[in-house]
């Protein structure tokens, strides 16, 4: 509830905050910590995304950070009230640092500071041209042979990348080097994205027929232009498809299509990358200052090799190439896995009068939409939410809010409760042979996804055909394939005219492998979960995502991607990043964490 | 400023006002309005766009509708607290009808209303599928061989006019056009857009280089989408050509282009139009119950016929087929007119180093667009009005909601104060040898446009380079048009190399006679104007805009058109009739004005 008592305690609390930071006194401000307390930092005091935990990194993170950062006008933010519910205050908050201004929320047990966020919103002088700051469009008054925005566009198209370099080049145009390329334009920064496809948007088009966004509408805007509101709950495939294209046409990218990025170097003494594309046919090189791999975090296919493969006589391929059912009428076809994909895969086949079977390697972590949209998502990300005066903004802030060290202490709950909800439905998955699974504390889908981006699928609808049995199951790893089946280790032979190897994807720093070498892969380091010393997450635990949306190991070298929420929320962060750099601003970096994992 | 007191009062004067019509007393009714009072509905009891004035008028209407109409549930809306502004209560309201959901805005003095706008919100059991109503999408649980999105709508494409009929056909796919046909798809209603270009926006792109929307964004968004935040104030013409054809695309119309209508013909027994279309060379032939006109309120170039004009040896049009001036760098232009698009084109071509006069034949309305956006618009249409609160839907109510018969007393001091701010402006203007005019009763722009469409200039540049001499004027009419040159009536010889016609356009129903007959563009008469009998404007009084957006004397012809914000506004009521008339909902129409003038 709104609180006007609290609203003092947090204004007294952050007036302290700020005067022991203005002074330089850092035992003064670790004062207003309790004990337990968490800071993340979206690029206003570390120029990174880094959550410190304890006073002890704090006081480490201030003693390195304070001085440049020189933050100061901290505040309950214009319009806003705390408010207060079973002893916690929490109010959104602004500041300013000698660069930027900032936006955060902060929540306060006991009258100390339990967790703070601090996001970074605009820099100085820097204030991207919207609202009251838009381009006029019209140019008023006179002036001697002035070209229109149309020949002002196609002039920028002509030179940059040929008489003309970006400061940017970001490979890979999907919804990530889209949601970034946007902010970019906005920033001023000369961008141009690299797009594989005919046309944007192709990158979900080429996907099987089927296929629908997992996540609903809410979760899913770009950046400036949300969805209208007739815009479906869960997108076919297609559909964002054009939206991405006619995104990326309204934003005014750089965005070349039929474009392939065959190698990047990087010099260390000039500090630029030398990167040559293919586009169209035609080798360009390019020369920018940043380069963004935004090839999708389940860009690159994890192929797996079993024996036997060269010799079987029917289709086969990864998940990522499925065309669709269409062809495979009345045919058997295998599918390796049971996450998302193959889980979509199997119900669209079966429809299609396709004999299914499904091979369940491992155990998989299973939610019904309904349930997921409402216990998981609907404080935030509803049209409930929209209807309470939750924008978008804020929703990613409140959800950037939760340290993950803890995050999934506010998680399991929730699991618990859907697993009550659906419990006839998850008995009926244990009876047809599924095996479930609920994350290694019980957390559920979205550690999975942070922790390794795998292990899931959310029901749409194809669970039920596995109760029912009209998907078949198997379990077991691959022994072999045959001429014309998959041989399981335990003997089980699988007759088969298609398999399907729905075997999810590697490390995005495999991507920097191909292009600029297998050094500067390993340099970087795996990319992706928190060192959660879960499955498929080894330690040591570094707290954020690994290597994503800030500074690399390697100089100029950036990693893009995630699903629409996070290609939104943190391009924001990324695009302030490249455009500090841009404009000299200095850009002191706090605490890239050693390199543990290659990938 | 907001206030509970009249709250209560509004409320109990709706609840005696809600009594009286459901008892059917009408003089009990009457007696909530006092004797100076108006009535503008659009479609809830009238299914109609009218205004009716004063008791009498009103007493005339509800005699002929209160009986289908029955209207009920009249209640501030909901979240809503009535204001109180010099005497004059206002609020928001919400009512019933059996049909619809409506929603309007009264104004009360001395506990007596004295303007009402009732509008219709949606049909009972056909409300759009928007917000908590939006579509799912994905196909949750399973079906065999279900078509996907992609697969449902190339269906649609390949059948809908061929195989199907559609219900609806709108002749032009410019933005009147477009905008009906999203709120169309919206409510279920087969439609065929018909776009004699190549792209959807071309009739934008391809007007005068410099060619920007003169209205700012605030006031143009269309339905569902609104611009987004970066959007230009003033956009240029291929900027907003973009977004036309991507909305196009995203709001999935069934939009033919290169097509262009050859005739139609209606058949009164059937109810029946056809259409004969010519699609990309392929005569097609389609037979909707319903044909709208939205060719554009400026969509028939208005060519004079000067003797002489047929031995001009330099290139002479219609400003509506101006290329730009790259061609005439260091040549001589002579512009006729001093309208919108005569300014426009002269600045282009001066600033092209053309040798430019401009032909003012009568005074003509100068704004300037910052004192026009300040002083006109900036209460329901600005940056500002956003902030603090006021969304389209409102402001366009607000705007809908002023009485034509009275508002331009509304309009003159606004117009007096943007006279006295811009006073040195005026006068070297008129120092320059430019007439000015202000309206016939000194109410300036949107008068003017509401009366006659024509007469003015929003000035973004041009003036100044008239007021400097470096745009040449001349004064009268033509004469005669020579090999070389333009004589004008005093004998005036202007040496020419290009002569632009910027000489307007006609009345919409001369498309009907085109494509339908005379016959029928007689017995519809003429479309917009008020009959304020001002100049060009000729009476008596009909009150509202003449045939647009409502039934026109010839059954299943309408006229859908205007500037964007009349397009996107007027397509709602548009749209909810024609849907009402496709689920055989009774729409007993009142008070079709006589035909007085035949365009």
Excluded at 65 to 91: I, K, Y
Excluded at 103 to 132: A, C, D, Q
Excluded at 307 to 335: I, L
Aim: charged share 25%; with cysteine; net charge negative.
């Amino acid at each position: 509830m709104l609180d006007i008592v609290a609203n003092d305690q947090v204004t007294a609390l952050l007036d302290e905050f700020g005067a022991a930071l203005e002074a330089g006194d850092i035992d003064r401000a670790l004062a207003c910590f309790q004990n337990d307390c968490y800071w993340r930092d979206l690029v206003t005091f570390t120029w990174n995304i880094r959550t410190v935990e304890g006073k002890d990194e704090i006081a480490d993170m201030l003693r390195s950070q304070l001085g440049a950062t020189r933050p100061r006008g901290w505040r309950v933010a214009e319009g806003e009230v705390a408010t207060t519910d079973g002893g916690v205050a929490t109010a959104w908050i602004e500041f300013e640092t000698e660069a930027a201004r900032g936006y955060g929320l902060v929540r306060i047990k006991n009258g100390r500071i339990w967790t703070l966020l601090t996001s970074m919103s605009e820099l100085k002088g820097h204030e991207e041209p919207l609202g009251f700051g838009r381009p006029l469009g019209a140019k008023h008054g006179a002036g001697r042979n002035r070209p229109s925005w149309k020949e002002e566009r196609e002039a920028e198209a002509r030179e940059l990348g040929y008489t003309r370099q970006p400061y940017v080049v970001i490979v890979g145009g999907g919804q990530g080097g889209i949601a970034l390329g946007a902010r970019l334009r906005q920033l001023g920064v000369p961008t141009i994205v690299l797009e594989k496809n005919d046309r944007a948007g192709d990158s979900w088009r080429k996907r099987y027929k089927s296929l629908c966004l997992h996540d609903p509408v809410w979760y899913d805007n770009l950046p400036y232009l949300p969805f209208p509101p007739n815009w479906p709950v869960f997108a076919p495939k297609d559909k964002i498809g054009d939206w991405l294209e006619m995104y990326t046409k309204v934003m005014e990218l750089n965005y070349w299509t039929r474009t392939t990025c065959k190698s990047a170097r990087y010099d260390e003494a000039t500090g630029e990358w030398t990167v040559v594309v293919d586009r169209d046919g035609e080798q360009v090189v390019l020369r920018p200052k940043q380069l963004v791999l935004a090839t999708g975090m389940s860009g690159k296919p994890n192929l797996p090799r079993f024996p036997g493969m060269d010799r079987f006589k029917g289709d086969q391929h990864h998940s990522s190439q499925h065309p669709g059912p269409d062809a495979y009428r009345g045919k058997r076809a295998v599918v390796i896995g049971s996450n998302n994909s193959a889980h979509d895969i199997c119900a669209a086949l079966l429809e299609n009068d396709v004999d299914v079977t499904m091979v369940q390697r491992s155990p998989t972590h299973i939610v019904r939409s309904d349930t997921l949209m409402e216990v998981g998502l609907g404080a935030l990300y509803s049209e409930k939410a929209v209807r309470s005066g939750m924008t978008t903004e804020k929703a990613d802030l409140i959800f950037a809010s939760l340290p993950y060290r803890i995050l999934h202490e506010f998680q399991i709950p929730l699991y618990d409760r859907m697993r009550e909800i659906d419990a006839d439905f998850y008995a009926g998955l244990e009876k047809a042979g599924f095996r479930l699974d609920w994350g290694d504390d019980g957390s559920g889908l979205f550690m999975k996804y942070l922790r390794r981006g795998s292990g899931y699928y959310i029901d749409v609808g194809a669970c039920q055909l596995i109760i029912d049995g009209q998907i078949k199951l198997a379990h077991g790893n691959v022994r072999e394939i045959t001429e014309d089946s998959v041989i399981l280790e335990d003997g089980t032979e699988l007759p088969a005219d298609l398999i399907v190897y729905a075997t999810g994807y590697g490390s995005m720093n495999g991507w920097a492998a191909d292009l600029i070498g297998r050094d500067v892969a390993d340099k970087v380091g795996k990319c992706w979960g928190l060192g959660s010393d879960t499955t498929k997450d080894p330690g040591p635990w570094v707290g954020e995502q690994r290597n994503m949306w800030k500074p690399t190991k390697q100089e100029g070298l950036w990693f893009h991607g995630g699903n629409l929420h996070q290609s939104r929320h943190y391009s924001q962060f990324l695009s302030l990043q490249l455009k500090a750099r841009m404009e000299g601003i200095p850009t002191p970096v706090y605490g890239i964490p050693e390199t543990h994992h290659l990938g």
